[in-house]
């Protein structure tokens, strides 16, 4: 309930934020529907044109201004563009909406009165200068730092080789992810996932997370956040900042010997494809054995909530 | 009596000679296929006699691991050889020796994709043709497929033209390498064109044999004939399948790419079969692209309503079959990609999350345009209709929910970003458009998209029928609940996923796509089942349909043949600097993976010089068209698919 009012008294919600986002432009669309509805049985008919360009507007205003933190401008010229398309889609899909979606434009063209003369004048003056402007602007030296393709996650290699044991990272597995008999678990986590690693009984999967705890906040918390976010005190001297665990795509999305392997060659071991190599995380093999390595992997699953990659 | 028995034996005559035939068509196989897999197929180093006749004293036989099957065989093969960069292992023009390959490779895979596919679609309109109680419309369907059997031999020759200049290409540019695969490959490249020969003689039967067995039980015999040539056909392409796959999952062969003797080890390698599947299902949604891209220049041409009438419906039909096959496209390509994850992790990572998945969001382009312009094809559809005018309301709610469902599939998991904007993000991950990024939402939306296209097509099958049956209101309202249900399932499951593990999440893609299915087939039968003897509103009139929708078509065929194209050099480039994945490296200097600009360019260029190619064909194919197309005047009642008017 609580959610909803937030939702309502117009905040986004951490964790709902998504289906926020979907479920408010679906209420925008169906208020637009609803307005030109209520106009056109009231006698006042807007024409499409019109109401293709309100809807634009509005999207680019709300995708702009709306969404926190800022959408990139990449992603906002394909939101931008597929808006476009849907409304094309829309005001073409049929034959009289095509019309009355075409009628100023072509009332504009043949420019029979004195104010559509007028338009068209503004238009076949302006229009170069805008293709100009275009031009000039496209061409104008540009000071901004480039924009960097990078890939985020790199293929790993088949096998990893860290304090002098090497781990096939298609079939190694943490020897920490264990049942209370010792043996490997995909499902420990589930079990374990309200336990408290601090409980003097817990079971050795939970202290192995504790154990893993206690190096996170030794070594990584001070980049990665004490959330695990991303967000540690010295994450914004670093370009890109340091990796959030918390989001879906970072080590929800991998192998947990992926993660091993990255932890332990850092980013100096990133391979070619990793251009263009930002990254400071130092290798980790160098300051932390084997074992602590995969317990505080551990410890960032468990943390997170998210489960590590496997294969049937 | 004595009609009886004459009849009867021409009945036996005609089972005979199909029986003969078909089993000289497939000999070759039989044949050539038990010789390679009791390793009688030698490599050139070890092509000394076989084991049998040695001396009691010789060597024992060499034996080693099967690098994918874990089997041991014996050596027979020499191994991959080591290549390096010069005259000898890569002569060449001063010229990319690679690009003028791709080239060559793409255009003879588009007009082999074509030309495999056109028969399908042919045997399934001869059928439809026999199946079609009203006569004229019987002709009307036979005609079509003539038609089409016409050009696609045409094509056909293009194709072994294109293949020549293909091998041509791989011998004196990679004359190692293609040594090396053929060394494996002998029985199967030997399979391949005896194959080719049973092809081409069954498509020559069929198209100059089409008059003579016009009639009767001959028309049966012809359109098995049809059958034959699809699964020589298909086994073709599956052969050819076999080279690609193994480059890319090479199985049969010691770690040193020693070939062990067991040539369906060497065939049925872990890709193959997804390979064969999602291949089997483009080629027929990329053939009915063509047609459906050849009845609306046809269309847009036409002098006469009557010639409009005809390509509107063409148009339709083809439109039609393409998209049935393009529906469980994505489903196979899931399989793939799996079976590629589940194959090397690495390779996985490269397409999905590496170097390669900047092609991969243009993949996502590529997919929804083909479902957006189905749909936009469609809802322009319901024009032709009188009263189907009910309908149109609701399409801009359908327009939302795709136009949603595609900024989702669109939203790229790494975005491309400046420096400032990163910063002001506060990290590469955006706590909203971060979720939309993952497979979970990935599939939640597609799946949407391809349920919100089944209503539009349950949409056009009612435009301008009532439904009569007694049951009507409890069919709609199951519909609805159908509908309301997939909707809801879809987009729980998406939502759940992401609070599971991965190898959870990925099952969950199967009542995913369960759901789909369900409304597909259920949701189609059940209203078919409706709208038999459903009162009309109103005639359809083919050829009074927008212009539009004709470009929607046209559209359609080009984004198959650019993903196409798109998808064929995904494939390859996620070898790396690989020839054969993990055991011939290409040592050339073009072992480098292209930037995403120069391979969109090429190919641009290949679907371009395709296109202009095909559209030589076509020009050729009218050249024989003696009279107008059988007349479909307006109004007139024709066909369609699905049993819908």
């Keep these: ?312 | 009596m004595a009609t009886l028995n004459k009849q009867a034996q021409k009945k036996i005559w005609a089972f005979f000679a199909l029986g003969t035939f078909v089993g000289l068509l497939l000999m070759p196989l039989f044949l050539s296929l038990p010789v390679g897999a009791s390793g009688g197929a030698p490599a050139p180093a070890a092509s000394t006699a076989p084991p049998a006749a040695q001396p009691a004293d010789a060597k024992p036989v060499e034996k080693s691991r099967d690098i994918w099957y874990k089997t041991e065989g014996p050596v027979i093969g020499a191994p991959a050889p080591k290549t390096t960069d010069g005259p000898k292992d890569y002569p060449r023009y001063n010229f990319e020796s690679r690009v003028l390959l791709w080239v060559a490779n793409q255009q003879h895979l588009y007009y082999g994709s074509f030309v495999l596919a056109v028969p399908i679609f042919c045997m399934v309109v001869e059928y439809l043709g026999i199946i079609t109680k009203d006569k004229a419309l019987a002709r009307k369907y036979d005609q079509l497929a003539y038609d089409f059997v016409k050009i696609s031999l045409t094509a056909y020759s293009l194709t072994a033209i294109l293949g020549g200049i293909l091998v041509f290409t791989y011998l004196t540019l990679y004359p190692t390498f293609f040594g090396y695969l053929a060394s494996i490959f002998r029985p199967v490249m030997h399979t391949y064109a005896l194959l080719f020969v049973a092809e081409s003689g069954t498509l020559y039967i069929y198209y100059y044999g089409w008059d003579k067995m016009r009639e009767g039980f001959l028309k049966w015999v012809h359109v098995s004939m049809s059958v034959i040539l699809n699964v020589i056909g298909t086994v073709l392409m599956m052969l050819a399948n076999s080279w690609i796959a193994f480059m890319q999952s090479p199985a049969g062969v010691d770690a040193d790419g020693r070939y062990l003797g067991n040539i369906w080890h060497v065939i049925h390698t872990t890709l193959w079969n997804p390979i064969n599947v999602h291949r089997i299902l483009g080629n027929m949604a990329f053939g009915g692209g063509v047609v459906a891209a050849y009845a609306a220049y046809r269309f847009l041409t036409a002098k006469t309503d009557e010639e409009r009438a005809h390509y509107d419906w063409m148009g339709y039909v083809a439109m039609f079959i393409g998209v049935c096959f393009l529906i469980p496209l994505p489903f196979a390509g899931y399989w793939l990609m799996r079976e590629v994850y589940a194959y090397r992790q690495q390779m996985g990572i490269t397409l999905m999350g590496g170097l390669l998945a900047w092609l991969f969001i243009i993949q996502a382009v590529m997919i929804g345009a083909l479902f957006l312009t189905t749909n936009y094809y469609l809802w322009q559809g319901l024009e032709r209709m009188r009263g189907a005018e009910r309908y149109q309301k609701y399409i801009k709610y359908m327009v939302f929910v795709l136009i949603t469902c595609f900024i989702v599939w669109l939203t790229p998991h790494t975005m491309v970003m400046t420096p400032a904007e990163l910063k002001a993000m506060g990290g590469q991950q955006h706590p909203v458009l971060g979720n939309y990024g993952v497979m979970s939402a990935k599939n939640g939306a597609i799946n949407t998209i391809i349920t919100t296209t089944v209503l539009s097509f349950i949409m056009y099958q009612r435009g301008n029928k009532v439904p009569t049956v007694k049951w009507a209101p409890l069919g709609d309202a199951f519909l609805f609940g159908l509908f309301t249900m997939a909707y809801v399932n879809i987009i729980w499951l998406a939502v759940y996923g992401y609070y599971i593990p991965a190898n959870v999440r990925v099952g969950l893609s199967v009542p995913q796509v369960a759901t789909t299915l369900s409304c597909l087939f259920i949701g189609v039968t059940l209203n078919s089942i409706m709208m038999k003897g459903a009162k009309e509103l109103g005639p359809t009139v083919w050829g009074q349909i927008s212009v539009r929708s004709q470009y929607a078509l046209i559209m359609l065929a080009t984004a198959f043949t650019w993903m196409m194209g798109l998808m064929g050099y995904i494939r390859s480039s996620v070898r790396l600097f690989w020839h054969v994945n993990e055991i011939m490296r290409d040592n050339s200097p073009w072992a480098f993976t292209h930037t995403i600009g120069f391979a969109a360019n090429m190919i641009s260029f290949n679907v371009l010089f395709f296109w202009m190619t095909i559209l030589f064909v076509f020009w050729l194919g009218s050249l024989g068209v003696k009279k107008a197309p059988a007349a479909a005047s307006v109004g007139q009642k024709v066909p369609v698919p699905a049993g819908s008017h």
């Design chain 1, 1 to 312: 309930m609580d959610v909803i009012k937030q939702m309502l008294t117009g905040k986004l919600v951490e964790g709902y934020m998504p289906m926020q986002m979907l479920f408010e432009l679906g209420s925008f669309a169906l208020l637009f529907i609803g307005a030109f509805y209520f106009l056109g049985k009231n006698g006042i008919k807007v024409n499409k044109l019109a109401q293709a360009t309100g809807l634009f507007v509005f999207s680019i205003l709300y995708f702009t201004y709306r969404i926190y933190p800022p959408i990139p401008f990449s992603v906002r010229a394909i939101y931008a563009t597929m808006t476009l398309i849907g409304i094309f889609m829309w005001v073409s899909s049929t034959e009289e909406s095509w019309k009355d979606f075409r009628k100023p434009i072509i009332a504009v063209a043949d420019a029979n009165t004195a104010i559509t003369k007028m338009i068209r004048t503004v238009v076949v003056v302006l229009l170069p200068f805008l293709v100009g402007f275009m031009g000039y602007n496209s061409m104008k030296p540009n000071v901004d730092e480039p924009i960097e393709l990078r890939t985020v996650h790199p293929a790993p290699p088949a096998s990893t080789k860290v304090h002098g044991k090497t781990f096939v990272l298609q079939t190694a597995s943490s020897p920490y992810r264990v049942d209370d008999a010792g043996k490997y678990s995909d499902t420990i986590q589930k079990t374990h996932i309200d336990g408290n690693p601090w409980d003097e009984k817990a079971p050795p999967y939970l202290q192995y997370v504790r154990e893993g705890g206690q190096i996170f906040f030794q070594n990584c918390h001070f980049c990665h956040g004490d959330n695990l976010n991303g967000r540690g005190m010295f994450a914004f001297a670093f370009n890109p900042i340091p990796a959030n665990f918390t989001d879906p795509g970072t080590i929800a999305q991998l192998q947990e010997t992926f993660v091993f392997w990255r932890v332990s060659k850092g980013g100096i071991g990133l391979p070619r494809e990793g251009f263009p190599w930002a990254s400071v995380m130092p290798p980790w093999e160098q300051h932390l054995t084997v074992d602590e390595i995969w317990k505080v992997i551990l410890f960032e699953y468990w943390h997170t909530g998210y489960y590590p990659r496997t294969w049937d």
